[in-house]
């Protein structure tokens, strides 16, 4: 039985071989680049599951070290310092989940029933403003010199982990992935922006957290909610949002 690539051999921005879901047993494998990991344990009896950049998602047969030199060479990409720096600043940002409501569970913890259950009767819109959140911090980095969004990292730096937000999507992070993927693309509606941002899950001793990098765009990208276009910039810790002046006046500077 041939030895497949263990999660600590694939790094992200590297070049592997998979097998598709689609490709299982034809023995057809499909090169890409790796754009995020979907099995958090070091092995897998059937491979590591791998999203690449051009969004096929399946298990890694081979390393780029096993595969023929390719045709065209291709960009260099760094991978993603996965360290949680000390405090939130204009390059990092923490959020404690990517959808659940913790202050309904804090209100049912504190004896107050009927608060939580007005915030739970409430669910769908909560939900979507804290997905929206992620969106408007993503954006902000981009409109900026780009940056690192930490989900399961509570405001003081501390792991609250992903616990809850994994238990919504039946403990799998592929589904956990593909709705934060479907959440960014409602509301930046940027489809080539968003297959630069890279993802990596990461466990540690203290718990698991998720991170979103995103690069310095080349161009402006805007936020759109309920017909609205909005436009947020990075200024220290704080995602900023920008009238249209203002934001015009930014863009002046920062893409010409």
């Given at each position: 039985m041939?030895?497949?690539?263990?999660?600590?051999?694939?790094?992200?921005?590297s070049?592997?071989?998979?097998?598709?879901?689609?490709?299982?047993?034809?023995?057809?494998?499909?090169?890409?680049?790796?754009?995020?990991?979907?099995?958090?344990?070091?092995?897998?009896?059937h491979?590591?599951?791998?999203?690449?950049?051009?969004?096929?998602?399946?298990?890694?047969?081979?390393?780029?070290?096993?595969?023929?030199?390719?045709?065209?060479?291709?960009?260099?990409?760094?991978?993603?310092?996965?360290?949680?720096?000390?405090?939130?600043?204009?390059?990092?940002?923490?959020?404690?989940?990517?959808?659940?409501?913790?202050?309904?569970?804090?209100?049912?913890?504190?004896?107050?029933?009927?608060a939580?259950?007005?915030?739970?009767?409430?669910?769908?819109?909560i939900?979507q403003?804290?997905?929206?959140?992620i969106?408007?911090?993503?954006?902000?980095?981009?409109?900026?010199?780009?940056?690192?969004?930490?989900?399961?990292?509570q405001?003081?730096?501390?792991?609250?982990?992903?616990?809850?937000?994994?238990?919504?999507?039946?403990?799998s992070?592929?589904?956990?992935?593909?709705?934060?993927?479907?959440?960014?693309?409602?509301?930046?509606?940027?489809?080539?922006?968003?297959?630069k941002?890279?993802?990596?899950?990461?466990?540690?001793?203290?718990?698991?957290?998720?991170?979103?990098q995103?690069?310095?765009?080349?161009?402006?990208?805007?936020?759109?909610?309920?017909?609205?276009?909005?436009?947020?910039?990075?200024?220290?810790?704080?995602?900023?949002?920008f009238?249209?002046?203002?934001?015009?006046?930014?863009?002046?500077?920062?893409?010409?």
């Open positions: 041939v030895d497949l690539p263990t999660n600590d051999q694939i790094k992200i921005g070049k592997v071989a998979i097998e598709t879901k689609e490709d299982q047993g034809t023995g057809k494998l499909t090169e890409g680049i790796v754009k995020t990991k979907l099995t958090s344990s070091n092995t897998h009896p491979g590591i599951k791998v999203e690449l950049e051009d969004g096929n998602v399946g298990r890694v047969k081979k390393l780029s070290s096993d595969l023929s030199s390719p045709s065209k060479t291709t960009e260099s990409v760094s991978e993603i310092e996965i360290t949680i720096p000390k405090k939130e600043n204009v390059e990092n940002e923490f959020k404690s989940t990517f959808q659940i409501d913790l202050k309904e569970e804090f209100l049912r913890n504190e004896g107050k029933i009927d939580a259950n007005a915030r739970r009767n409430d669910q769908k819109n939900r403003d804290l997905q929206k959140e969106s408007i911090t993503v954006s902000a980095f981009a409109n900026q010199k780009g940056g690192r969004l930490f989900i399961g990292v405001d003081d730096a501390s792991i609250l982990g992903l616990e809850r937000d994994l238990k919504f999507y039946d403990q992070k592929d589904k956990f992935n593909l709705a934060l993927i479907a959440s960014l693309k409602k509301f930046l509606k940027n489809n080539a922006f968003i297959a941002l890279r993802f990596e899950f990461v466990n540690t001793q203290h718990g698991e957290y998720f991170i979103i995103v690069p310095k765009s080349t161009e402006p990208i805007y936020l759109h909610f309920s017909n609205i276009q909005e436009t947020y910039v990075r200024i220290e810790n704080l995602s900023q949002k009238t249209t002046e203002e934001f015009l006046n930014h863009c002046k500077d920062r893409f010409q």
